[in-house]
Structure formats: C-alpha cells, structure tokens
C-alpha cells in the first residue's frame, strides 16, 4: 500500500523560504514520477513541480527560479525548495505520486495524492 506524509507547511512573510516535504512508503515501483501542486482558495488546483525516478524536473513558469523539486531515495523522500516566496504561493500545497518515469504537473496523470500541507505568505 502506497503511504506518503507532507509536511513543511507554514507562514512565512513575503520574500521567505519554505521547505516542503513529501516522504512516501510501500511502494515498490522502479520507476516513478511526483509532483507537487498547489490549490488557493477559491482558484483551480495547478501544478507547480515534477521529478522522476531519472531525476528529470519540470517546473510551472510561475515558479521558475524559485523553486527547487529534489529527492533522496534512500529517506524514500521529495523536496521543494520554495524560496523568495509570494502572497500569491498561499494554499494548500499537495503531494501527487504515481508509477512510471516522465514528471508532469498535469494532476489528472497522477493517482495517489496526499493530504496537504497548507502554506500561507504574507505582504
């Protein structure tokens, strides 16, 4: 059974960093892609990073330069690095995971998501 925690979720004024954590478990695909997306209230959930299992990244142009999608397969755990963080990164930002290699942030390619970490920036 595929688990996974997120954690790294707080509030931080404009122009901080976060760093969010997604630590998953009882997988036992060899390959993979995780994404990670955001939802703010009252707004459509969008993509916002990707890694696969060959460490290839995608990110959303939104976030380009400020973020930074990693993983370490020995702690079984995905990264993102926010820094420089905006009002408009608030929401709750979720962990998506799914079996094979080719990261995307298309939310409908992924079948497992997690619970949330919600992150708040503000002015």
């Known amino acids: 059974q595929v688990r996974w925690v997120e954690s790294g979720g707080g509030s931080v004024q404009a122009g901080g960093s976060l760093m969010l954590s997604c630590t998953t478990s009882?997988?036992?695909?060899?390959?993979?892609?995780v994404g990670w997306f955001r939802q703010a209230p009252g707004k459509q959930r969008e993509g916002v990073a990707a890694?696969?299992?060959?460490?290839?990244?995608v990110y959303a142009d939104s976030v380009k330069g400020r973020v930074t999608i990693s993983h370490d397969n020995a702690k079984g755990t995905v990264y993102l690095q926010m820094n420089n963080l905006q009002p408009e990164d608030t929401g709750m930002y979720y962990c998506?995971?799914?079996?094979?290699?080719?990261?995307?942030?298309?939310?409908?390619?992924?079948?497992?998501w997690g619970q949330g970490t919600l992150v708040t920036v503000s002015s």
């Open positions: 998506a995971i799914d079996e094979g290699d080719l990261p995307t942030i298309k939310a409908d390619e992924y079948g497992y």
């Open positions: 009882g997988f036992i695909w060899s390959t993979y892609s």
């Open positions: 890694i696969d299992s060959t460490d290839m990244q």
